[in-house]
């Protein structure tokens, strides 16, 4: 096999690892002799963001992409929660640095990561279980829940979290699908950048054009959500 071959057959392979295909069945009752047309039709969507196929997601970057856009992408990303010191205020710093040294309770010789092997492994058996009997447990101590979606995000869907909400027991949760969703704003921009629905100690943020990666697709809402969450208002 060809070196061509085997490099199209790669990104087939990472191809598929970070997209979803969708199928569209379309079927036609022909009216003289009953006879069904169906026509299948398929597509890669990007299960980050489904605005988006796949290789355009600007954070999960397919391995081997060289095409402008990617390049361009990637550049932006890279570069996101930067300044002009590199390592002052990106995400590995800024949890290595001021918040390690705020918490005081991190043993020196740790270094935060994205993602832990360890952790991982030790946390498998929870995936894709349910918790509305700890969130309701919470809701029950007074504790503030928030939960926030982005509209097109695959993995982690709106209409899911919405779902297992109403599952709840919480005493508050009728007057809480009662209530409208709130439009919010944020900077210089007139259009509506994503809504909340808040009662008591339960909060519901529906973050519009943005994905899996909401801080990364809608960074100005995201810290206006975060600032009212912990009550510290962003600068």
Not at 17 to 38: E, R, W
Not at 111 to 124: F, M, R
Not at 156 to 165: H, I, R
Request: proline residues 5%.
């Amino acid at each position: 096999m060809g070196q061509p071959a085997r490099f199209h057959r790669h990104k087939e392979r990472q191809r598929r690892k970070t997209s979803l295909l969708i199928f569209v069945l379309i079927f036609k009752l022909h009216s003289s002799n009953n006879i069904i047309y169906s026509a299948i039709s398929f597509f890669w969507q990007d299960v980050y963001n489904f605005m988006l196929d796949s290789g355009m997601d600007p954070v999960a970057l397919p391995v081997g992409s060289s095409s402008l856009m990617s390049s361009l992408q990637a550049m932006k990303y890279s570069t996101y929660g930067q300044d002009s010191q590199p390592g002052s205020n990106t995400i590995d710093g800024t949890m290595n640095g001021v918040i390690k040294q705020k918490l005081k309770i991190i043993p020196k010789n740790f270094t935060w990561g994205e993602q832990s092997d360890s952790v991982y492994n030790a946390l498998v058996n929870d995936f894709m279980k349910p918790k509305i009997d700890e969130i309701d447990e919470l809701l029950s101590y007074g504790i503030n829940v928030t939960v926030y979606n982005g509209q097109l995000d695959v993995i982690c869907s709106t209409n899911g979290a919405e779902a297992w909400v109403q599952k709840l027991k919480w005493d508050g949760l009728r007057t809480f699908l009662s209530l409208p969703r709130q439009p919010l704003y944020c900077g210089a921009s007139k259009g509506t950048k994503a809504f909340v629905r808040s009662h008591k100690n339960l909060h519901f943020y529906w973050i519009l054009g943005a994905g899996h990666y909401v801080p990364a697709d809608q960074p100005c809402i995201a810290l206006s959500m975060i600032s009212s969450i912990t009550q510290s208002p962003a600068s």
